[in-house]
């Protein structure tokens, strides 16, 4: 069992910077690929990055590239997505996933309960 807390969402203005944390309960938690991802209301849950166990390769969504780096930390149990340059499309609820293997759709078998991020233009 994975339990996942999300922290760090918020307002923020249009170019300004985020840094979204995911805190893993466990200690198999570097044996889990992460993701990123989120939803507007009304909208389908989309892919925003994705982390594999261990760190080595991760996997990035178009709309965020250049923008948005994922990140672990296996001694703390948590996952991070820097956000940089954000622009008011980028407001949803930002979602962690774990998973036993990096995927860019919604198969992840554990799912944190999301933090709201806004960009006001």
């Known amino acids: 069992q994975v339990q996942l807390v999300e922290s760090g969402g918020g307002l923020v203005q249009s170019g300004g910077s985020l840094r979204l944390s995911c805190a893993a309960s466990?200690?198999?938690?570097?044996?889990?690929?992460m993701g990123w991802f989120r939803q507007v209301l009304g909208k389908e849950r989309e892919f925003v990055a994705a982390i594999t166990w261990g760190g080595g390769s991760t996997s990035i969504a178009d709309s965020v590239k250049g923008r948005f780096t994922i990140s672990r930390d296996d001694a703390k149990n948590t996952v991070y997505l820097q956000m940089n340059s954000l622009k008011p499309e980028d407001t949803a609820v930002y979602y962690c996933?774990?998973?036993?293997?990096?995927?860019?759709?919604?198969?992840?078998?554990?799912w944190g309960q999301g933090t709201q991020v806004t960009v006001s233009s």
């Open positions: 996933a774990a998973g036993p293997r990096i995927t860019t759709d919604l198969s992840y078998g554990y």
């Open positions: 466990g200690r198999t938690f570097r044996r889990y690929a």
